[in-house]
């Protein structure tokens, strides 16, 4: 046990401050301290007290009490095997102090570490609610601008269709949708997509494309019944609030990585389009009931835009639900709802796409 | 150990510089960016890590450059040798006022804890690390973080703080209650710890903060007088972009503007 001797610093009692450099071994049962300075001392191992002080706990303090008073060794950690292997359990309750602090720095670290990611985690599950409360403190002329706003972009993105049989076949159906209060606006945008969204204030845009796909004016009803209803439902304006506040807290939490914000905003939104749409989907099937419009044009909508986008990405990653999962949730709702008298919509459908086509081409140099 | 044994000068008042001797074939590491001049002779080397030789390959140096990331400090030290075949000087200067403290490794066990940013330069041989203060509490409100500065090796290092260096020795059991941020160095048998100021009324206007640091012999403790930070501060509220009550101009009013009424630092 006493090959190598271990160098410590030794603060004799009654002695200098700074302590004098020693030699320690281990022999028989007994501590030899070896000071550079004075005479060799033995110290029974019955007699010693030990702890670990210091620095995080790096040192060991090795005490004992003699004629003299009150003697102090100091021994790094580094050079503490030899004695530790020697008398373990004089060692016992220092190593679990230090034990201690070493785990609760290591669940201190972790728990620093995750605090934001928990804040961001609360926040998500909690910004439902938020956004509905903010939303309701939003004044409606507020929501107008804002709609304005996004009915100029689109102006200034694409040409608008203002009038021909198409315009005025979105207009007939819309004003059938539209309960007598509502005050609700019907654009066209001569695009090919196959879209149609709610703005803020009660707009609706529609593109040219979703009327050429759609082989009924029923179709078209179902299409707007559940724009119509995204705007009863204050969506967009949701949606708003929603991805401003998640990028204003990712900010705060994570400091300005934007790349980090607009991630966590667009998976905010992505959740709640889907949970929105199918919201919307039952609404406007409602809406299509009140207005005696025949339901199930929507969901025909619904199974030609299933064809045309098969092979797409999965429902996880899309916007909206996988068009196939939001039919049969449809139909489902169909066959339980209640069905009242149908009247047909007063448009001559083949006219109106026909019309479209030729509109398109004839006012496409004149127009904006 | 390959420690190599350098002669030195401290030079200035508040704003000091270390004039190192370096004999041939000698070297001295510096902080990067605090060298101040150097004679013929003398040749610049910067490399990965910090220059201890315990590291041993290409993983070894990774890690030493990645401990002085996490401290803080530049991911290259600077080696300066004397290739000459005289006696050959080189300085380092202190980045702030303050002082420059020579601290012999091998008087005091071979390691000091030092706060981070304080090192400046030291012989070639002494290991540059980092000690995680583990005391979550002492971490936080401590004042000097969770990261120090651990320097290991026999030979001479010098470390630099703000306003007045103060060496202590404390003895066993000896405790020095100190304002959080004036700890610079202290060797590792001291136990630095917080103490809770006690009284509220304290706390908030004693002007000294929610706690201090305490200190615990035996060992040798460094304060400085003057944390960068505070005198940061004091700047900033003197500076007339800050709104404060800069005056140069020295205009009548100056003298006995609201600002010197109300008696306004500056």
Redesign the interface.
Known sequence: MSDAPI?A?F?PAGGA???H?ARLAWQDGTLLVLPEDSPPQRVDIAALQVEA????H??WALQWNDADG?Q?L?V?DAHIAPLRDAAPALFAGGHQIRQR??R??GA??LFLIALPLLLLAGFFLSIDPLAERVVAHIPSGIERQIGAAVLARTRAEGRMIDSGPAWEAVQIVGKRLARPAESLEFHLVDKPDINAFAAPGGIVVVYAGLIDKSASAEELAGVLAHEIAHVELRHSLKQLVKSAGLRVIVAALLGDYGGLGGWAAQLGELKFSRDAEREADLRGLARLHEAHIDPSGMPRFFETLAKSEAGRMPALFSTHPATTERLDALQKAIAAGNRGPVEPIDVNWSAVRKGLSTSASETAPGRR | MAMDVVDYEIFGNEMQYVEVELDPGEAAIGEAGVMMYMQDGIQMDTIFGDGSQQQGGFFGKLMGAGKRLITGESLFTTVYHNEGSGKRRVAFAAPYPGKIVPVDLSTI?G?L?CQKDSFLAAAKGVSLGI??????GV?LFGGEG?IMQKLDGDGLAFIHAGGTLMEK????G?TLRVDTGCVVA???????DIQYAGKIKTALFGGEGLFFATLT????IWLQSLPLSRMADRIVMASRAAGGGGKEGGSVLGGIGLGSLLGRDE
């Open positions: 160098p610093r603060y401050a700074h302590g450099p002080r210091g620095f995080n790096s040192q009150n102090l100091m790094d602090t070493h609760r720095f201190g670290i | 066990g390691t804890i000690a995680f203060q583990k005391k979550i971490g969770f020795t404390l003895a066993p000896e202290f060797q590792p048998s001291v136990d630095f012999g035996p060992g040798k």
